[in-house]
């Protein structure tokens, strides 16, 4: 997969997604169990279009590239591509890309008793009560993680 850096920051990187980043791959008609495959599965029915499949709103739609351990037992490790899209409204436990005071973060959503957190998905870190003297902006919604197998 190729994609356009735009900009980096001490938190996370940013790519543009265009068409010809996701190439058609093939995909096997079935599922596959997490052992053996059948022989009979051993055809592919149709080519899957990765673009078609992670990205919903073209216009709104980029990926930014996680740096650090915050949102690591939420599946985000460091390195890890994230698809945002900024056209979904963010709702109660959705993981956002949001920017505190000029700062870039990923966090989990948390509204309870009309307070608004951003809560990391690690032990190690501390939620963020979002106040009124935050300048805090939700620059949009995460949508699919890319990462490598392990």
């Known amino acids: 997969m190729k994609l356009k850096h735009l900009k980096h920051t001490d938190n996370l990187d940013f790519y543009s997604v265009d068409d010809t980043a996701f190439e ?24 899957l279009d990765l673009h078609d499949h992670l990205v919903q709103n073209p216009s709104a ?21 994230m698809i945002v899209d ?12 949001a920017v505190i005071d000029g700062e870039f973060t990923v966090k ?9 957190y951003l809560m990391p998905e690690n032990d190690s870190f501390t939620p963020i009560k979002i106040t009124e003297e935050m ?16």
């Open 24 to 47: 058609k791959i093939p995909l096997f008609e079935g599922s596959v169990q997490a052992g053996f495959p059948s022989p009979a599965d051993d055809y592919m029915d149709m080519d």
């Open 61 to 81: 739609t980029f990926c930014v590239k996680a740096i650090g351990e915050s949102m690591k037992d939420a599946g985000i490790q460091s390195g890890d591509v």
């Open 86 to 97: 900024r056209s979904l409204e963010p709702e109660n436990r959705s993981i956002v890309l």
């Open 108 to 116: 989990r959503v948390n509204v309870n008793d009309n307070e608004l």
């Open 135 to 150: 300048d805090f902006q939700i620059w949009g919604v995460v949508t699919f993680i890319i990462h490598k197998a392990v």
